[in-house]
């Protein structure tokens, strides 16, 4: 019987063993025996005492525009406490991205923080509203968006912590490109209706707070325990508009062998909520990327979203693990109003990512997402992404 299990899994090991980790074990050991490392840390930090950090990316992502950039980072900027950090991508006039971060702690467990992002991005994806998307009506649109803000953080006991902050945002659209048909296009033509606060700029300032509770250790310690995310807050806009958005993450790791072969079962939610007026399209839930990989960011769109993941994880080479996850998952209505088994999506990946505890790291990654169960669940997405892996 332990036969059927190996043959199946045979060609899933065979490309670990050939094509991943014996290749890339000789290129570690070959930089480790002629210290390339050292080389590269010089490469990239300079000035007194290698505060200084200048790093490229880029990232590409199969249905959006690429970005190339560079990311910038000063310790001890100002003070021994304080460290700024900015990143720039672009795209040519397709994506335009800014972020300028400046972080001070306070002491070991609290710090504060100022953030800046400006971005203009012209390939945002709208498939629709609700569970009953569909890629016949797949189409761009544009964003202008700024935003300022201020936040706390402080680190809980193991991998918890609590955050709070509070800012403003300014959303203006712009017209859309790369390759699909416009969002205006289609409503001219009838094909789709106007989401709701299309093409009406707004600014709102907002407040959230998070807090996360997490049993999981950093490594080298087995990656077993359990972990609670919850998110909160409002947001007022001019006109009499006001909106809350809160959500949560639960979920659990088992790692089969203590060594970070783990399997991570996990439970997210999201909602939005009017207070008063109507809630810009903008602000409501989405799934895609992160939270089903086999989708691009944005494919879901809804006034509430739910996604369930299986995942499994296994090192490969030091600070590289490879990982495999199945998820089910769609957008509602408010409340998860008309939510259905027969109206779930399922989405596969499977990749190569750094193992930095962070939210940040490399990575690579195929997947694939398909249509509702009800539409015949035949696959309606290709996802493909390399580079640098966003802040959840």
Not at 158 to 166: I, N, P, R, T, V
Not at 226 to 243: H, I, K
Not at 248 to 255: E, I, M, N, T
Request: with cysteine; glycine share 14%.
């Amino acid at each position: 019987m332990l036969w059927i299990p190996r043959v199946l899994l045979s060609p899933l090991y065979v490309a670990n063993e050939y094509v991943v980790r014996r290749p890339l074990g000789a290129f570690v050991i070959h930089a480790e025996r002629d210290r390339w490392s050292d080389s590269v840390a010089q490469l990239f930090t300079f000035g007194e005492g290698g505060h200084n950090l200048l790093v490229p990316t880029a990232s590409f992502d199969l249905g959006l525009a690429p970005s190339v950039g560079v990311y910038y980072a000063l310790g001890e900027a100002g003070a021994a406490d304080n460290r700024l950090a900015v990143q720039l991508a672009t795209w040519g006039l397709r994506s335009i991205r800014a972020s300028a971060a400046d972080t001070y702690a306070i002491d070991e467990p609290d710090q504060l923080q100022a953030r800046l992002e400006l971005e203009r991005v012209r390939d945002h994806l709208f498939v629709g509203v609700g569970p009953d998307a569909t890629r016949g009506v797949k189409s761009r649109y544009g964003v202008e968006r700024v935003e300022g803000s201020i936040g706390y953080r402080r680190r809980l006991t193991g991998a918890g912590w609590l955050a709070a902050e509070s800012g403003v945002r300014r959303i203006g659209f712009v017209d859309g490109c790369c390759g699909d048909p416009t969002l205006d296009e289609r409503i001219a033509r009838g094909e789709v209706m106007a989401p709701p606060g299309y093409r009406g700029d707004y600014t709102a300032g907002f407040g959230r707070v998070a807090v996360q509770l997490d049993t999981r250790r950093a490594r080298p310690a087995p990656g077993s325990g359990v972990y609670l995310r919850l998110t909160g807050g409002p947001s007022v806009a001019p006109r009499d508009r006001a909106w809350i958005h809160y959500g949560g993450v639960a979920g659990g790791a088992l790692d089969l062998t203590g060594h970070r072969r783990t399997v991570e079962l996990q439970l997210a939610v999201d909602f939005v909520d009017a207070m008063a007026g109507a809630v810009p399209f903008t602000e409501y839930p989405t799934l895609g990327g992160e939270s089903m990989p086999g989708f691009v960011a944005g494919w879901m769109t809804g006034r509430s979203t739910t996604a369930a993941q299986l995942g499994y994880t296994w090192p490969v080479w030091l600070g590289l693990d490879a990982r495999t996850r199945f998820t089910l998952g769609n957008a509602w209505d408010s409340h998860l109003a008309g939510f259905s088994p027969r109206e779930l999506r399922m989405s596969g990946d499977v990749g190569f990512t750094t193992t930095d505890d962070g939210d940040r790291g490399l990575e690579i990654l195929v997947g694939v997402g398909t249509e509702t169960f009800e539409r015949g669940a035949h696959v309606t997405s290709l996802r493909v992404t390399v580079g640098w892996r966003p802040s959840s």
